[in-house]
C-alpha cells in the first residue's frame, strides 16, 4: 500500500526565499530589457534630431551674427550721417554768416556814399542858401542906405 498525500507538499523557508528570488530576477531582467529598449530608441530618436539640432544652431547663430553685424551698420551709418548733417548745417551757417557780412559791408558802403552825397548836397545848398541871403541882405542894405 502506497500513502500519498493529496495535499501539496508545503516548501521549505529556503525554497520560498529562492522562488521570490527568481521571480525579483525574472521582474528586474524584464525591467533592464524594457529601459534598454526605451534607451536605444531615445538615442536612434536623438541621432535623427541631432543633425536638425545642429542645424538649428548654426542657423541660429549665422543670423545673430547677421543681425549683429547690420545693427553695427545701421548705428554707423546713423552716426556718419549725424555726422554729415551737422557738418553741412556748419558750413550753410558759415555761408550764411559770410553772406550776411558781404551784405552789411556793402550796405554800410551805400550808406556812406549816401550819406557823403548827401552832405556834399547839403553843403552845397546851404552854401547857395547863405549867399543868397547875403545877396539879399546886401540888396536890402542899399535899399534901406539909399531910402
Same mark, same amino acid.
Given at each position: 500500500?502506497?500513502? /500519498?498525500?493529496?495535499?501539496?507538499? #508545503?516548501?521549505?523557508?529556503?525554497?520560498?526565499?529562492?522562488?521570490?528570488?527568481?521571480? *525579483?530576477?525574472?521582474?528586474? =531582467?524584464?525591467?533592464?530589457? %524594457?529601459?534598454? %529598449?526605451?534607451?536605444? %530608441?531615445?538615442? %536612434?530618436?536623438?541621432? /535623427?534630431?541631432?543633425? +536638425?539640432?545642429?542645424?538649428?544652431?548654426?542657423?541660429?547663430?549665422?543670423?545673430?551674427?547677421?543681425?549683429?553685424?547690420? +545693427?553695427?551698420?545701421?548705428?554707423? =551709418?546713423?552716426?556718419?550721417?549725424?555726422?554729415?548733417? =551737422?557738418?553741412?548745417?556748419?558750413?550753410? +551757417?558759415? #555761408?550764411?554768416?559770410?553772406?550776411?557780412? #558781404?551784405?552789411?559791408?556793402?550796405?554800410?558802403?551805400?550808406?556812406?556814399?549816401?550819406?557823403?552825397? *548827401?552832405?556834399? /548836397?547839403? =553843403?552845397?545848398?546851404?552854401? *547857395? +542858401?547863405?549867399?543868397?541871403?547875403?545877396?539879399?541882405?546886401?540888396?536890402?542894405?542899399?535899399?534901406?542906405?539909399?531910402?
Amino acid at each position: 500500500m502506497s500513502v /500519498k498525500n493529496n495535499q501539496p507538499e #508545503e516548501k521549505g523557508f529556503f525554497e520560498k526565499v529562492k522562488e521570490t528570488i527568481e521571480e *525579483l530576477w525574472d521582474g528586474t =531582467k524584464e525591467k533592464a530589457e %524594457d529601459v534598454k %529598449d526605451a534607451a536605444e %530608441d531615445k538615442i %536612434d530618436d536623438l541621432k /535623427k534630431k541631432r543633425p +536638425a539640432k545642429a542645424k538649428v544652431i548654426k542657423t541660429t547663430a549665422a543670423a545673430k551674427s547677421s543681425a549683429s553685424k547690420k +545693427a553695427g551698420n545701421v548705428a554707423s =551709418k546713423a552716426k556718419s550721417a549725424a555726422v554729415n548733417v =551737422k557738418n553741412k548745417a556748419q558750413h550753410e +551757417a558759415h #555761408e550764411i554768416v559770410a553772406t550776411a557780412k #558781404e551784405k552789411a559791408a556793402h550796405l554800410k558802403a551805400e550808406a556812406d556814399v549816401k550819406a557823403k552825397t *548827401l552832405t556834399k /548836397k547839403a =553843403k552845397a545848398e546851404t552854401t *547857395l +542858401a547863405r549867399r543868397a541871403m547875403t545877396t539879399k541882405t546886401v540888396a536890402v542894405a542899399k535899399k534901406a542906405k539909399s531910402a
